[in-house]
């Protein structure tokens, strides 16, 4: 039989946490409903209110690009249709007949309906004008991310398929900006056919019915909240198409996830909550008959400091108060003990407050000249000439409220000018003397002053008239000019240069900077041994001068701070154990092959690095294709890159058979990660998967964490048959990729049929 103690924590912990249990999820509930009806109501207005810029004649053009597009597909018998996957596209029409349909000026009218219904929904207001498919400002993205038209198809009465017919965002768009083409940032053409199966409310919007979704959809493109708003012919009065508005709910659905996580905490809490109350009542009502046995036993073993309750004023409460009398003189003493450590234990709380409020004022600075430093810091260089690449890691790490950050004094910056007629790169990697605010205060000021002489150089046609020399001259004693004025208590070293895009000529000037690295045909060297010029503002600074040297097509150059020779190789008991061999870098720069990553990832497992860590890596590819090279090789790997760079645009205009058979030109390619890449996707689009799959392999053997080569490889399989192969590939992409949806959505109906 269950104790007073048990029946009594189990009756005030169901009571307790079940009615607040009950009472948050009811809550949550009619919070999420709320959110959906309102997003459904203002969706289903935003249909209506767009269906209205539709003109009859826009009516009729559906009608007609719909007809065209079922005389011009190609086969789409069950078994072609069986093969769509749920929330998959495919597309029947051949690449010259897409192009030609979208080239129609009533498309195109079409196309401008959807992108103003779209736009609309922005915070600034746009005018009357032809507007374009961009990436929009991140701080006025419009609320709606896809308004586009669907069609019913012969081929499927039960509306299973449906054809795209016009698209607001029917170009190609790399909206991740990492220069690939991938499978969600594909257009989304005219005539392609969509698998619906799992959007019934689509389906029935045929019927006549303005209808949302129920919940958040998600498929290959995102989340979304979607309404379906039927378009009628005004002659017959029938349902020739529905117009799709997307909202992405990838933030509402966010702030649902994060309510529910309260919810489920505050029931968490609430259960061991009431589990703790129901002890304490228990341990309440149960004890005062075993206090002052409980009491006797400890002054028994000479704990004098004990005190008895007293719980009533009977015998037994005399009896207490008795007790008490014994012990009241040690008790006394207990007390003076007690209060005077509670008077300490609140001395050290508020000395620990004051610290802590002075480390968050500190934090706050670092936070705020972090804001103001990072965007001095850029790689603008844009030349296809040359290649520039940075890693800065500064020593000094923080966090502010919920940001993390680090500061330091390092600098990199890069950029273009035009002087004298040709086109010359800018790099600089500069270190601040000092540490933290001292080191960020005079990177913010190099920064700042690099910077604004690169825009006064794009600017000024004066400057466009002198000499790379005497550029950097000029930039260096202005850099002087200011810096001195800080009277030595800031001074800064660094290497500037200027490299000629079309000839290779290299002239730069190193202020007392760790010597600059050249990494040539698999061997790396120091291009300067010892640096001839003081730090800036050092107020007696030496001559200006100045470094030449003549780079070859596929030279690297690295410039970097003192922090990648800064290295702690062991040591104990306070010695540290530092980098002595100058030879280090460059053995690290060889065995990385020139590559950054590896190379960042070469020193932290040769030591640890004590200092910031910065590097500029400049490698010039060669002079232009058309412009001549130095000798028949270097014209040859231009004219490789050059196609290269022409396969790549041709693959976002989705022109496969051009762009492969460009790639195929060029035997110096064959063998490139790129080019194995890019021949693979190509003939994967015109259906010749048996092909590509060796040419991806190839590519996934050169670089294994390419998730683009991954997801494909996965999709190839799984279209020819072999499951288990499909699952090894869409595992590694989900493994490091693993907020790509459309890979964990493939991965999940493998392992279903698996479990099936």
Not at 26 to 43: I, N, S
Not at 669 to 680: A, C, K, S, T, V
Request: net charge negative; charged share 25%.
């Amino acid at each position: 039989m269950l104790g007073f103690r048990t029946r009594l924590v189990l009756a005030f912990t169901i009571l307790a946490s079940g009615f607040t249990t009950a009472a948050v999820v009811y809550f949550y509930q009619v919070a999420k409903e709320q959110v959906y009806e309102q997003m459904a109501l203002r969706l289903k207005d935003l249909g209506r209110l767009g269906q209205y810029q539709l003109s009859a004649a826009d009516r009729r053009t559906i009608l007609e690009l719909n007809q065209v597009c079922v005389q011009l597909q190609r086969d789409l018998g069950n078994g072609a249709l069986s093969a769509i996957g749920d929330g998959d596209v495919r597309q029947p029409l051949s690449e010259e007949q897409v192009t030609e349909l979208q080239r129609r000026p009533d498309f195109q009218r079409l196309v401008q309906v959807m992108r103003g219904i779209k736009r609309s929904t922005r915070i600034s207001v746009t005018v009357p004008q032809n507007l374009p498919q961009s990436v929009l400002d991140p701080a006025d993205r419009p609320q709606i991310r896809f308004v586009y038209l669907l069609t019913m198809i012969p081929e499927s009465p039960d509306r299973k398929y449906l054809r795209f017919i016009v698209d607001g965002d029917y170009e190609a768009l790399d909206t991740n900006g990492n220069g690939q083409m991938e499978e969600d940032e594909e257009p989304t053409e005219i005539g392609m056919i969509y698998n619906v199966e799992g959007q019934p409310e689509l389906r029935e919007a045929f019927d006549g019915k303005v209808l949302t979704n129920h919940t958040f959809v998600r498929d290959a493109w995102g989340l979304w909240f979607s309404s379906y708003t039927p378009i009628i012919d005004p002659e017959t009065n029938q349902v020739i198409a529905v117009m799709g508005i997307d909202l992405d709910v990838e933030g509402p659905a966010n702030a649902l996830n994060r309510t529910f996580y309260i919810a489920a905490a505050i029931c968490v809490a609430s259960l061991v909550l009431s589990v703790g109350v129901a002890f304490i009542a228990a341990a309440y009502f149960g004890r005062p008959i075993r206090a002052l046995t409980e009491a006797a036993d400890r002054v028994r073993n000479r704990d004098f400091q004990v005190r008895a309750p007293v719980f009533s004023r009977d015998e037994l409460g005399r009896l207490t108060e008795t007790f008490n009398t014994m012990v009241a003189d040690i008790g006394a003493y207990s007390n003076h003990m007690e209060e005077m450590v509670a008077r300490r234990t609140q001395e050290l709380q508020e000395a620990l407050n004051q610290v802590q409020a002075l480390k968050l004022k500190q934090d706050a600075d670092y936070f705020l000249t972090t804001l103001l430093t990072n965007p001095l810091l850029k790689n603008n260089n844009s030349s296809p000439a040359v290649q520039t690449a940075f890693l800065i890691e500064q020593k000094k790490r923080f966090r502010y409220k919920a940001s993390e950050a680090h500061l330091g004094g390092d600098v990199c910056i890069t950029g273009n000018l035009r002087l004298q007629g040709q086109n010359w790169t800018l790099f600089l990697n500069g270190d601040a003397m000092g540490k933290s605010m001292q080191g960020a205060g005079g990177a913010l000021v190099l920064g700042t002053i690099v910077n604004s002489m690169l825009r006064r150089s794009e600017d000024g046609e004066t400057s466009r008239l002198i000499g790379p020399e005497e550029w950097l001259r000029d930039a260096c004693n202005e850099l002087q000019k200011v810096f001195v004025t800080f009277d030595g208590s800031m001074l800064i070293s660094c290497i500037m240069g200027l490299l000629n895009e079309s000839d290779g000529r290299l002239i730069y000037f190193n202020a007392e900077h760790p010597a600059l690295t050249l990494y040539r045909k698999g061997q790396a060297s120091f291009l300067d041994e010892a640096a001839p010029m003081r730090k800036i503002g050092f107020p007696f600074i030496s001559g200006f001068s100045v470094v030449r040297a003549q780079l070859e097509a596929g030279d690297v150059l690295f410039a970097g701070s003192d922090g990648k020779d800064d290295l702690r190789m062991g040591g104990d008991e306070g010695v540290n154990i530092m980098n002595e061999d100058e030879q280090l870098f460059l053995r690290i720069v060889e065995q990385s092959h020139g590559d950054l990553d590896q190379i960042r990832q070469a020193l932290a497992r040769t030591g640890e690095i004590i200092d910031d860590l910065s590097i500029v890596r400049v490698e010039y590819l060669g002079p232009k294709a058309g412009s001549g090279g130095a000798n028949g090789e270097d014209s040859s790997a231009e004219s490789a890159n050059q196609s290269l760079r022409q396969a790549t645009h041709l693959i976002r205009e989705r022109k496969y058979s051009v762009a492969l058979q460009l790639l195929e030109q060029h035997s110096s390619m064959e063998q490139g990660f790129l080019p194995l890449y890019y021949r693979g996707y190509c003939l994967s689009r015109l259906g010749r998967s048996r092909e590509a799959l060796p040419l991806l392999e190839q590519a996934y053997q050169q670089d294994r964490l390419q998730t683009a080569v991954l997801r494909l490889l996965g999709k190839l399989y799984l279209s020819m048959g072999d499951a288990r192969a499909a699952t090894r590939f869409l595992s590694e992409a989900v493994k490091l990729e693993p907020e790509h949806e459309n890979s964990a959505r493939l991965l999940r109906k493998l392992q279903q049929v698996d479990e099936a």
